[in-house]
């Protein structure tokens, strides 16, 4: 079993979180026929998350702190590791010749400078190549008024509070993700799969991509019983609904609902990934609840049982609470702001 936190203890403590989220595409990218074998993990730190997921890649890793370079370097021993001292926001490793199939751009703040320099300097990349990516982006833009430009590539203030929330609510889906696949989509490459998930303001996500023609329908449709069960298993703890999940796994729902009332590990599975998509749900409430925009969450927490139409409560947010960390903030507030979130919508 994958540890909660790292040897170091330098990791947060969604380091288990993050292993899994990497662990599961990391499956489906063998599953297409993707290699591993040679990895780029800038913001390498004590080299945690590619001691357990990347050991067998060879790896060029880089980081600023010369103490953590060290004790990686003693770590990963051997020619097929190379960790230096540098600055990840450049591309340290631009005078290498191998061809790399994975990326891990692990930051804690911003990890795109260092995607794009990459992306311009690698001189080989990999046909069919999978990408992680750890962005703290919007708890400076939230906290701190510090929205990044991806187009001039640097940070500028937003002042207006309102505005900030607007910019958050579609930060991942019309910033983030938009820029990456501008970046990759003139090069031929597509994106074959993505996963997602938020913590507070911390957003974790990977996509697998490709320049080559891959039927993916018709490669689900050829997937074996246990594949496509794995596949199923997959998309529901991402969130999906099970619609979603059978039709990439290429089967029908009533083939899968007879698979689970005749497999009790099947089963079993089925109401561990349940909950995974609850917990999904309580992550994007976090999200949600400090960006004033709740009423989908109220829903999605409705359908996976998470929330009742329980008593009302008279509990106030007054105006120097509205910004605290909802960690912070009392089960009555929380509650308070679904509330008005409902009274805004409804």
């Known amino acids: 079993m994958m540890p909660k936190v790292s040897d170091s203890g330098k990791q947060h403590v969604e380091f288990y979180r993050k292993l899994k989220q990497r662990h599961n595409l990391l499956k489906e990218?063998?599953?297409?026929?993707?290699?591993m074998d040679v990895a780029y993990c800038p913001f390498f730190g004590d080299g945690d998350v590619a001691d357990s997921l990347y050991r067998d890649c060879d790896i060029y890793g880089a980081d600023l702190d010369p103490e953590r370079v060290a004790t990686a370097?003693?770590?990963?021993?051997?020619?097929?590791?190379?960790?230096?001292?540098?600055?990840?926001?450049?591309?340290?490793?631009?005078?290498?010749?191998?061809?790399?199939?994975?990326?891990?751009?692990?930051?804690?703040?911003?990890?795109?400078?260092?995607?794009?320099?990459?992306?311009?300097?690698?001189?080989?990349?990999?046909?069919?190549?999978?990408?992680?990516?750890?962005?703290?982006?919007?708890?400076?833009l939230l906290r701190f008024g510090q929205a990044f430009d991806f187009e001039k590539m640097e940070e500028r203030h937003v002042e207006d509070l309102n505005e900030r929330r607007e910019l958050a609510n579609r930060w991942f889906s019309?910033?983030?993700?938009?820029?990456?696949?501008?970046?990759?989509?003139?090069?031929?490459?597509?994106?074959?799969?993505?996963?997602?998930?938020?913590?507070?303001?911390?957003?974790?996500?990977?996509?697998?991509?490709?320049n080559v023609e891959f039927d993916k329908t018709k490669d689900n449709i050829q997937m074996s019983k246990a594949q496509a069960k794995s596949e199923i298993l997959k998309h529901m703890s991402n969130g999906h609904s099970i619609s979603y999940a059978t039709q990439h796994a290429g089967k029908s729902r009533s083939t899968v609902y007879k698979w689970r009332d005749e497999d009790s590990r099947f089963a079993a599975a089925w109401a561990y990934s349940l909950e995974d998509k609850g917990d999904t749900y309580e992550d994007f409430l976090y999200e949600a609840a400090e960006s004033g925009n709740v009423q989908a969450i109220i829903t999605g927490l409705k359908v996976n049982k998470r929330?009742?139409?329980?008593?009302?409560?008279?509990?106030?947010?007054?105006?120097?609470?509205?910004?605290?960390?909802?960690?912070?903030?009392?089960?009555?507030?929380?509650?308070?702001?679904?509330?008005?979130?409902?009274?805004?919508n409804g």
């Not at 490459?189 to 998930?197: E, G, M, P």
């Open 174 to 210: 019309k910033y983030t993700k938009e820029f990456v696949e501008t970046v990759i989509i003139p090069d031929g490459y597509r994106v074959l799969s993505r996963v997602k998930y938020n913590r507070e303001k911390m957003t974790y996500w990977g996509m697998i991509i490709s």
């Open 29 to 35: 990218f063998r599953r297409i026929g993707g290699s």
């Open 307 to 344: 929330l009742s139409d329980g008593p009302k409560t008279s509990v106030e947010v007054s105006a120097d609470r509205v910004n605290v960390s909802v960690k912070e903030m009392t089960d009555d507030e929380l509650i308070a702001i679904i509330q008005r979130g409902k009274s805004k």
């Open 73 to 140: 370097t003693e770590r990963f021993s051997g020619d097929n590791h190379h960790i230096k001292l540098a600055d990840c926001d450049d591309f340290p490793f631009a005078d290498t010749d191998c061809s790399f199939d994975l990326c891990d751009f692990d930051s804690y703040a911003n990890p795109y400078k260092s995607f794009l320099s990459f992306w311009r300097n690698s001189k080989n990349r990999s046909n069919r190549m999978i990408m992680f990516f750890t962005d703290f982006t919007k708890n400076r």
